[in-house]
């Protein structure tokens, strides 16, 4: 199963998402990460809390919904503004959820303000990851209404 999140600038969030997922995922799952409006770059903070955590960072970059290599099963959005937008067409009849998230690129204030901001977004990520991943994936991809439920659950644990 491959597992894409999605966001509009493909530098925090979903980054995060992606190399947390690929961090704890079984094999036979994977994520993916894009963006509607990549940045072209990683935030620095993303990949040094992930290395803090002792999660591989190499090669991740933000790149577009259109470079992807496979086409994903599921599309996970981390953020408001790619939640409305619509998917292109080629990813097909896929199953969709939100995970909502705020943005710790637009956080402000002390240099520890902002590592709590991307520490708390990580956390949420994290939480809802293993969530997800506690699921009975191969019994719920036989019933995708079901499977739709749960992943709508798990966007609503851990809120914002």
Request: aromatic fraction near 6%.
């Amino acid at each position: 199963m491959n597992v894409l999140f999605l966001c509009t600038g493909n530098s925090c969030r979903s980054i995060l998402a992606e190399a947390t997922f690929n961090h704890l995922a079984p094999a036979g799952l994977r994520a993916l990460s894009a963006g509607s409006q990549p940045t072209g770059r990683v935030h620095p903070r993303s990949l040094a809390l992930l290395a803090r955590e002792g999660i591989a960072t190499e090669g991740y970059s933000s790149k577009s919904w259109t470079d992807l290599p496979v086409t994903p099963d599921l599309v996970v959005s981390v953020c408001a503004s790619a939640a409305g937008e619509t998917c292109p067409a080629y990813l097909g009849p896929v199953l969709r959820t939100h995970w909502g998230v705020d943005d710790p690129a637009q956080a402000s204030g002390s240099i520890d303000e902002i590592d709590a901001a991307f520490m708390s977004a990580y956390r949420i990520l994290r939480h809802r990851i293993e969530a997800f991943l506690a699921l009975p994936l191969a019994e719920l991809q036989a019933d995708r209404a079901r499977f739709q439920s749960e992943l709508d659950r798990i966007g609503t644990l851990f809120p914002r």
